[in-house]
């Protein structure tokens, strides 16, 4: 990263991939981040690639996290919620608190940005894996891209 009083300049690919742990992915999951804000700023980005098949386990944000779909198609669910279909261009908007969960869908991989700020240094809980039962129940709600 280059640096001015100003302004920091992160370049493409300055980064390493990871691959999701298990413990928080179900399936193959690579993420690259994109960017942690220095402080007093609490934002976080990372584009998600997601296999046809993976998804995040279940898990909550304390402030809430933004999901920008930028290839495939996916699911997504918030407890007690319905299943919804997401595809390339949908912003989706996943409630402080909320436990939630998202991926690719069984047949088709999908890769998305997420957005989210750490309170307390925290910007994720995880909990249990999404099971397969959950996960191949049919979608409630489809996407109404065209």
């Given at each position: 990263m280059s640096k001015s009083e100003d302004m920091s300049v992160i370049r493409a690919h300055q980064s390493e991939p990871i691959t999701g742990p298990a413990e928080c992915f179900t399936g193959?999951?690579?993420?690259?981040?994109?960017?942690?804000?220095?402080?007093?700023?609490?934002?976080?980005?990372?584009?998600?690639?997601?296999?046809?098949?993976?998804?995040?386990?279940?898990h909550s944000h304390p402030l809430g996290q933004i999901l920008v779909v930028t290839q495939g198609?996916?699911?997504?669910?918030?407890?007690?919620?319905?299943?919804?279909?997401?595809?390339?261009?949908?912003?989706?908007?996943?409630?402080?608190?909320?436990?939630?969960?998202?991926?690719?869908t069984s047949s088709e991989p999908m890769q998305h940005i997420a957005v989210q700020e750490a309170l307390n240094g925290e910007a994720v809980q995880w909990f249990e894996a999404v099971s397969d039962e959950h996960y191949l129940a049919p979608v409630v709600k489809a996407s109404e891209a065209p």
């Open positions: 193959s999951v690579t993420i690259s981040s994109l960017f942690t804000a220095p402080a007093p700023s609490r934002l976080g980005a990372a584009v998600v690639n997601f296999a046809a098949g993976a998804r995040t386990h279940w198609i996916g699911w997504t669910q918030c407890e007690g919620g319905e299943k919804t279909q997401i595809g390339p261009g949908d912003l989706i908007w996943c409630n402080c608190g909320r436990r939630h969960w998202h991926g690719a």
